[in-house]
């Protein structure tokens, strides 16, 4: 089963910029692949995703501010966010989806902390 492991989180300044990686040591070039996160107290959301195909979609909520990328060479994708604002503040993990749900087991996230 592929593993994916999250990484790249930190306490960052509104404002500020993290890349966010979610890193397989198996082929993922042909799988979907989801960024969702977590906030304290809420259900986890699904904010951007990308195809085998490279097509890409944002959640409404961070269309502008974050970018979903892949290099398949590395069987890694990236989350670079921007602009970071105190709703931000979450643990993000990162899924294969099939048929527009998370596949496979879910890792440990990395933790995203926005404070001044």
């Known amino acids: 089963q592929v593993q994916l492991v999250e990484s790249g989180g930190g306490l960052v300044q509104p404002g500020g910029s993290l890349r966010l990686s979610c890193a397989s040591r198996?082929?993922?070039?042909?799988?979907?692949v989801g960024w969702y996160r977590q906030a304290p107290g809420k259900q986890r959301e699904l904010v951007a995703a990308?195809?085998?195909?490279?097509?890409?979609n944002y959640a409404d909520s961070v269309k502008g501010r974050f970018t979903i990328s892949r290099d398949n060479a590395k069987n890694t994708v990236y989350l670079q966010i921007d602009n970071l604002k105190p709703d931000d503040k979450a643990v993000y993990y990162c899924?294969?989806?099939?048929?527009?749900?998370?596949?496979?087991?879910w890792g440990q996230g990395t933790k995203v902390n926005v404070s001044s």
């Open positions: 899924n294969l989806i099939f048929l527009g749900k998370p596949q496979g087991n």
């Open positions: 198996s082929i993922i070039s042909i799988n979907a």
């Open positions: 990308i195809t085998s195909a490279g097509r890409i």
